[in-house]
């Protein structure tokens, strides 16, 4: 799949969806709320009309598919022929999907902008941190291998029980945003666009086919790797935003 990338070394983006504000500052591994208390607080937000658990319902499961989801509704949504769309946000390496909402505000945004928001965590590596399976270059520290791919498109996949999806959009955080693009590579069914902020998944690794818009961010007050690119992990190498 080809991507299509606008880099911008700026803070706000726009998906379409939504108008996302964020600041260079990364507060990761603050400490994760119980799935009952990260309900609690959406469904007190105002803007959002409900909460639901998600969950992933096939005849046989694999273990890594068997984790914390959350979607929210936006005021006034009730499921119909009038179709959403879904904002689908995936947390940087060592977070969590709160940690996420809390740093790029999205909840905030729903009865505004009129979308879905689908929340949802990896698995946690070796050192206890969560991750995604995205690609060589980011990121964790684990000897399984997780098929979060396969994961987030049966999540997705689930969510439409509760809500007609339109378009699927991706916001990603760091490793994250690796996973945003890899999603996009494997064909992501019903993916119209994305966000990533600090990496991108690198020129060249996709094969060609759909086209996907992303937007990727990058704060001017980045070490030269992130804004520039350079050297990333394994023998991998990150393309920055003045070069995409």
């Known amino acids: 799949m080809?991507?299509?990338?606008?880099?911008?070394?700026?803070?706000?983006v726009a998906l379409g969806v939504a108008v996302v504000?964020?600041?260079?500052?990364?507060?990761f591994g603050g400490g994760e709320p119980s799935l009952d208390?990260?309900?609690?607080?959406?469904?007190?937000?105002?803007g959002v009309e409900s909460v639901q658990r998600v969950s992933i319902v096939r005849p046989v499961i694999p273990a890594d598919f068997i984790r914390p989801a959350?979607?929210?509704?936006?005021?006034?949504?009730y499921k119909g022929p009038e179709p959403l769309p879904l904002v689908l946000s995936l947390h940087g390496y060592?977070?969590?999907?709160?940690?996420?909402?809390?740093?790029?505000?999205?909840?905030d945004l729903m009865g505004e902008y009129d979308f879905a928001l689908l929340l949802a965590n990896g698995t946690r590596d070796?050192?206890?941190?969560?991750?995604?399976?995205?690609?060589?270059?980011?990121?964790?520290?684990?000897?399984r291998k997780p098929d979060d791919a396969g994961y987030l498109r049966a999540l997705v996949e689930a969510a439409s029980e509760y809500v007609t999806v339109e378009r699927v959009f991706v916001v990603g955080m760091s490793n994250g945003g690796f996973m945003a693009y890899r999603l996009a590579c494997d064909g992501m069914p019903g993916l119209a666009g994305a966000e990533t902020w600090v990496f991108r998944y690198?020129?060249?690794?996709?094969?060609?086919g759909v086209s996907v818009e992303f937007w990727e961010m990058r704060g001017s007050g980045h070490v030269p790797e992130f804004s520039g690119g350079g050297w990333v992990a394994g023998d991998g190498v990150d393309v920055g935003a003045r070069q995409s």
Do not use: H, I
């Open 21 to 27: 504000v964020a600041v260079a500052v990364f507060v």
């Open 70 to 77: 959350l979607l929210a509704m936006p005021e006034g949504y």
């Open 126 to 143: 070796d050192k206890g941190n969560r991750f995604w399976n995205a690609t060589d270059l980011c990121c964790g520290v684990s000897e």
């Open 94 to 107: 060592g977070s969590d999907f709160m940690e996420q909402d809390a740093y790029f505000g999205l909840s």
């Open 202 to 208: 690198g020129l060249g690794r996709c094969p060609g």
């Open 2 to 12: 080809s991507v299509r990338v606008w880099g911008v070394a700026v803070g706000v």
């Open 37 to 46: 208390e990260a309900m609690r607080r959406l469904a007190g937000k105002p």
